[in-house]
């Protein structure tokens, strides 16, 4: 039995000023972590949960690798960087707006803009990334990114809404997603034979 951790650190720099022909999906790549989430990237790498971790992977995006240094750092591991823990791409905005474009994504999982990426195609993306691991046996740590998150999960999960058609996802009874607002997310896998047997979403 073996553990692999995913982690999305949220709180990222605001008032930063782009030029016009600036792409979006470039834009978030390139957005960094504001002083709140370098304080949480420090309590990960002190975590008594990832000191024996085997190996720490991350996305190409700089606040995945903000927050993956501290505890490369402590470890005295490389960092593994690999685009498959990328962030879902958005693609072309055109006249909608980044909260409509997830709401629609939140209820219709295949839905994607021009050039950009439904939650079937990140989770598809992310779960022959961890499937890699499970095959390997290997106690891994993942800074990755929510919706790249959600699109894993929901492989796994049973799925449902709340009142205000929030999305929810359960594993073995228990809510693991409820689409609310969070400064970090860590999810904690338990495999077991290439199986998922528990998912924890830790506090």
Known sequence: MN???LISNNQLLEGLSYNN???LDTIRKSRPLNEKGEEIAKALANSPLFQNVENIYCSFYSSSIA??????????????LDERLNECSVGVLGSKNMKMVKGLQDHEFTYKLPNGESLVDVGTRLNNFIKMLMNKEEEAILFTHKRAILGFLLKYTKVGYNLDENLILEFNGSIVYDDSETDCDIYELVVEKNTIKEINKIN
Do not use: G, M, P, R
């Open 67 to 80: 927050t993956s240094k501290y505890l490369a750092s402590k470890l005295e591991y490389k960092i593994n």
């Open 21 to 23: 022909s600036a792409n």
């Open 3 to 5: 553990k692999i951790y």
